[in-house]
């Protein structure tokens, strides 16, 4: 049987506040076989204080990636955020849709990354955590996100063919390690959550999708418990300013979630250099900001 489960809330607040202060994260996973289901509900305990983490993986990839843009192939370190988009992958509707993406550099030092090469001749240089989509069988049917140092000889992940159709599954020849490389790079796709990289699927970077759910949880709080909690969020990647806006695009899967689509009550600050810009761009916002250099400290 299947039950709620809630973060950060012992017995005693459990009876004290029942069902109030808590907000909504999504449901836990069950895999059995090949098979994922979507079990018990996840809450989240905001009556109480509490210090929250959002960890995820830095999974990425060599400087050199191709990755397919409107543009055509780019080296993924060339990947200019105010000028490309990139192809994601709908890894339900099995089908690719342009985004925009916003590019992440990371020094490294000393590690180790993981070089697969694929009997097609083609290879990916990439970081241990760094997902790729792959498949079982000659099915494009069953598809499983499989970190790199998840995957082995023989396994295969999705690969794109002469067009965007031609979708097979293309196998693992070789897996080594290989050092020396001193940064590596990945893109925060949005809604997929993916890009093509060297040909195969590659998954992106998705903090900002789980910082995003607590976000839109904390908005949606009734009065009587939200009018306590001020919550304020440094957006650096500059998407967070979507929940103005009603998430129309992926309705049917809100409704699978039993979600709505709805505007949020965010009031959106940006730095006054920038308000132009972003007027441009018709991105909305409240009000501007400045810092003195004399109010900041190290």
Same mark, same amino acid.
């Given at each position: 049987?299947?039950? &709620?489960?809630?973060?950060?809330?012992?017995?005693?607040?459990?009876?004290?506040?029942?069902?109030?202060?808590?907000?909504?994260?999504?449901?836990?996973?069950?895999?059995?076989?090949?098979?994922?289901?979507?079990?018990?509900?996840?809450?989240? &305990?905001?009556?109480?204080?509490?210090?929250?983490?959002?960890?995820?993986?830095?999974?990425?990839?060599?400087?050199?990636?191709?990755?397919?843009?409107?543009?055509?192939?780019?080296?993924?370190?060339?990947?200019?955020?105010?000028?490309?988009?990139?192809?994601?992958?709908?890894?339900?509707?099995?089908?690719?849709?342009?985004?925009?993406?916003?590019?992440?550099?990371?020094?490294?030092?000393?590690?180790?990354?993981?070089?697969? @090469?694929?009997?097609?001749?083609?290879?990916?240089?990439?970081?241990?955590?760094?997902?790729?989509?792959?498949?079982?069988? $000659?099915?494009?049917?069953?598809?499983?996100?499989?970190?790199?140092?998840?995957?082995?000889?023989?396994?295969?992940?999705?690969?794109?063919?002469?067009?965007?159709? &031609?979708?097979?599954?293309?196998?693992?020849?070789?897996?080594?390690?290989?050092? $020396?490389?001193?940064?590596?790079? &990945?893109?925060?796709?949005?809604?997929?959550?993916?890009?093509?990289? $060297?040909?195969?699927?590659?998954?992106?970077?998705?903090?900002?999708?789980?910082?995003?759910?607590?976000?839109?949880?904390?908005?949606?709080?009734?009065?009587?418990?939200?009018? $306590?909690?001020?919550?304020?969020?440094?957006?650096?990647?500059?998407?967070?300013?979507?929940?103005?806006?009603?998430?129309?695009?992926?309705?049917?899967?809100?409704?699978?979630?039993?979600?709505?689509?709805?505007?949020?009550?965010?009031?959106?600050?940006?730095?006054?250099?920038?308000?132009?810009?972003? @007027?441009?761009?018709?991105?909305?916002?409240?009000?501007?900001?400045?810092?003195?250099?004399?109010?900041?400290?190290?």
């Amino acid at each position: 049987m299947a039950f &709620d489960i809630s973060i950060g809330r012992d017995s005693a607040d459990k009876e004290n506040f029942g069902d109030r202060g808590l907000v909504y994260i999504g449901k836990g996973y069950v895999k059995m076989g090949n098979y994922t289901s979507l079990s018990n509900k996840i809450w989240l &305990d905001v009556a109480r204080t509490h210090v929250i983490l959002v960890a995820g993986k830095r999974g990425c990839l060599e400087g050199n990636t191709l990755v397919f843009t409107d543009k055509g192939h780019k080296k993924i370190r060339d990947f200019k955020e105010t000028e490309d988009k990139i192809l994601s992958f709908n890894k339900e509707k099995k089908e690719f849709e342009w985004e925009n993406a916003k590019l992440l550099q990371y020094p490294i030092k000393d590690e180790k990354l993981i070089k697969i @090469e694929f009997i097609n001749g083609k290879e990916i240089i990439l970081t241990k955590e760094h997902p790729l989509l792959t498949t079982t069988g $000659n099915s494009v049917l069953s598809l499983l996100w499989l970190k790199a140092e998840e995957l082995k000889e023989k396994d295969s992940v999705l690969s794109i063919g002469k067009s965007l159709d &031609d979708l097979t599954p293309l196998q693992i020849k070789k897996m080594s390690e290989i050092s $020396n490389i001193e940064h590596v790079y &990945d893109l925060t796709v949005n809604k997929n959550h993916s890009f093509i990289a $060297n040909g195969v699927i590659s998954h992106n970077s998705g903090k900002s999708y789980t910082l995003g759910v607590i976000a839109e949880e904390l908005a949606n709080l009734p009065k009587e418990t939200s009018q $306590n909690i001020a919550s304020l969020i440094f957006d650096t990647m500059g998407i967070f300013w979507t929940m103005k806006y009603k998430n129309e695009k992926d309705k049917p899967l809100l409704d699978s979630w039993n979600l709505e689509t709805k505007s949020l009550p965010a009031k959106i600050f940006v730095p006054f250099g920038k308000a132009g810009e972003y @007027e441009k761009k018709l991105i909305p916002f409240d009000a501007t900001f400045a810092l003195k250099p004399s109010e900041l400290e190290a």
